[in-house]
DNA sequence: CTAGGGTTAG
């Protein structure tokens, strides 16, 4: 009777009711609104042992309000609802549906919904209504075949339910889920009755396909549409990397369209995040704080990511302290371990993982994907075999192939090539591309050129389109004085296509933002922007920057024509934009889409310096705070 | 006493 303390608010309300002076309430509301506060499995228990004791299981009403709170709260368990509901005498069809839905939920057991309901026609002779199949074709959309979803199809016409609303929207969702959008669509197309929810699902169901433009014309030939048919174009545009489209969309809602809500606002964060568009996540923070969105953990995830991204690290493990009270979910804590990842700050990541701990919050493989990031750009090893060793024995966590990649990555990089490989033999998946580019990239780094040969070769037959991979491999060759050899594959790079994505570079000045790509001159302001280029190039080299002309060996990513050169990447002109057109001290923030390339590092070290400058450089895969001559990178990356 | 739509992180 430890936990009696815990039970005495379920237990002395339902007495009451069973006392027989009523209170002043209708008292079969009462038992129900406190078994819906209960909090924690034990309290399910201690509510689940007085509904025994009192009969009142046999009620089915109260049963099936036992059985969703078991099923559908986030302590409960889906089994002990199995368990319960088995133990029942005479189901109805009512416990029934709610244990196919409580099924559905979950991609692993959606298949016990089928069961359920083959139960439900075969043993029990009970006719299924539009419940049912609601329930049954999410269970199919999510995890079953087309074989369940055609039976169970052909059961709710035989009954005649396949014209209701619900029922036809949930078979267009479920061909959507799978992917047969035009599947879905001929069901619209054929349905009696449509609502706005058919249209949301087929907008949906294009966005899910990354058909944007189809997703555009329903959305436009909607006859109404709501907060989520705005918010699911937003997020596919996120989704496809169409961040600006997002921005204005997210714009043309606030104007014309309904009320933004929390998910439109989690889109619309990602968006300002890959953006670097730090004024317009700011006014979204606003926009929260002023209590137009209730704050949730995602949102606050968000709101962190975006710093983080906007290179505003400090700000964003601030916004962290700040979201007291909405740290029982994983994700604020994976983006703030991830933020210090990104930026280099593996101490403060661990810290965060340790307070993690104490807090009692299970971490997940996100959480383990940033920790083992962090330790390889602070060159922890050990912190990070630990790391990695600690996932399955202590968390039940499998590590997948990216936390592979992650270990190839921290032990390759610190030059332990060899365990980084004996990983990659040991792996229980097949090693993917991206794996061994990673230990290709060490052998790089440490001038392996026989590892980095042979790793080059195996990556090349595995992807041969794989640029960033190819020019790497050229690059050992070349660093090893075998010139030939390198040519050869340079030319199967030009022979290949041209896939080669080129450089580009954005800055965001005001809330509009300017891209640059290698070379560019199409931008209204080209020829200042070239005269400041030669002038800054002149002071740089004063202060003593040599370009690295010839280094192809850092030059990984960026294989930009010999012509084109150096001073026209990208970066460089969306920083000397930055300079031109922002006051002195300003911090200028840039985004690149591939990696920095070492004569741009070196450059930017010099430009932070020459003209007092803080510059954040986010590429591909981390950031470069450039202050004062110096990068945090510690010019490994 | 049951229903339907959409999110985050590498």
């Given at each position: 009777m430890g936990h009696w303390p815990n039970i005495s608010p379920i237990l002395t309300v339902t007495m009451k009711r069973c006392s027989p002076f009523k209170g002043p309430f209708p008292s079969y509301h009462k038992p129900i609104s406190l078994l819906d506060s209960c909090k924690s499995m034990e309290q399910i228990k201690q509510a689940h042992a007085h509904l025994i004791t009192t009969g009142l299981l046999l009620s089915p009403i109260r049963a099936n309000k036992f059985l969703e709170k078991l099923a559908f709260s986030s302590f409960g368990s889906i089994l002990y609802a199995r368990q319960v509901f088995d133990q029942i005498p005479f189901p109805d069809l009512f416990l029934h549906n709610t244990m196919i839905k409580a099924h559905s939920l979950s991609s692993t057991s959606s298949y016990n919904s089928m069961i359920i309901f083959r139960s439900v026609v075969r043993g029990l002779s009970l006719t299924p209504n539009r419940y049912t199949f609601v329930f049954l074709f999410k269970a199919c959309g999510n995890s079953l075949g087309l074989l369940e979803g055609e039976q169970v199809r052909v059961h709710a016409i035989k009954v005649g339910m396949e014209n209701n609303v619900f029922v036809t929207n949930a078979l267009i969702g479920m061909y959507a889920n799978w992917g047969l959008v035009e599947e879905a669509r001929r069901m619209f197309d054929c349905s009696v009755e449509r609502d706005l929810y058919s249209w949301n699902i087929m907008v949906g169901g294009y966005v899910g396909t990354g058909d944007m433009d189809r997703a555009l014309e329903w959305f436009d030939r909607m006859p109404e549409r709501d907060v989520v048919s705005w918010s699911t174009i937003i997020a596919g545009y996120v989704q496809v990397g169409c961040f600006l489209e997002a921005l204005d969309l997210f714009h043309k809602m606030l104007q014309i369209g309904p009320k933004p809500n929390e998910f439109t606002l989690v889109s619309v964060l990602a968006a300002c995040a890959n953006l670097v568009a730090l004024d317009q996540g700011r006014w979204i923070h606003v926009y929260i704080e002023r209590g137009e969105i209730k704050m949730n953990e995602q949102l606050l995830a968000s709101l962190i990511d975006m710093y983080a991204k906007c290179g505003q690290i400090e700000f964003a493990s601030k916004v962290f302290c700040n979201?007291?009270?909405?740290?029982?979910?994983v994700w604020p804590w994976n983006a703030v371990i991830g933020g210090f990842s990104m930026h280099g700050k593996s101490k403060e990541a661990i810290e965060i993982f340790e307070q993690m701990k104490l807090e009692k919050v299970s971490p997940n493989k996100v959480t383990f994907i940033a920790m083992l990031n962090a330790c390889s750009h602070g060159n922890m090893v050990d912190e990070g075999r630990g790391y990695f060793e600690s996932m399955a024995s202590c968390y039940g966590i499998e590590p997948e192939i990216e936390h592979y990649g992650c270990m190839v990555d921290l032990l390759g990089r610190a030059g332990f090539l060899d365990e980084a490989e004996e990983i990659i033999s040991s792996m229980p998946m097949a090693p993917d591309a991206a794996i061994w580019g990673a230990l290709l990239g060490a052998c790089r780094i440490h001038k392996d050129m026989e590892r980095g040969e042979r790793i080059g070769k195996i990556l090349k037959e595995m992807d041969p389109n794989h640029i960033g991979c190819c020019v790497l491999l050229a690059n050992i060759y070349s660093a090893s004085r075998r010139w030939n050899e390198a040519k050869v594959v340079r030319e199967e790079i030009e022979l290949n296509g041209r896939k080669k994505i080129p450089g580009c570079s954005s800055i965001e000045l005001n809330g509009v933002f300017h891209q640059f790509l290698?070379?560019?001159?199409?931008?209204?302001q080209t020829k200042q922007l070239y005269l400041f280029l030669d002038e800054m190039t002149t002071k740089l080299k004063i202060a003593g920057y040599v370009p690295q002309f010839g280094d192809v060996l850092l030059d990984i990513d960026d294989e930009e024509d010999k012509e084109t050169a150096l001073s026209k990447h990208s970066e460089k002109l969306a920083i000397a934009f930055g300079l031109m057109n922002t006051a002195p001290q300003t911090p200028i923030r840039i985004v690149k889409n591939l990696r920095v390339c070492g004569d741009c590092h070196e450059a930017t070290k010099f430009i932070s310096k020459v003209y007092d400058r803080e510059i954040i450089v986010r590429d591909r895969i981390r950031y470069h705070h450039f202050k004062k001559g110096i990068c945090s990178c510690k010019d490994c990356w």
């Open positions: 979201g007291r009270g909405l740290r029982r979910k290698v070379g560019d001159r199409s931008h209204p």
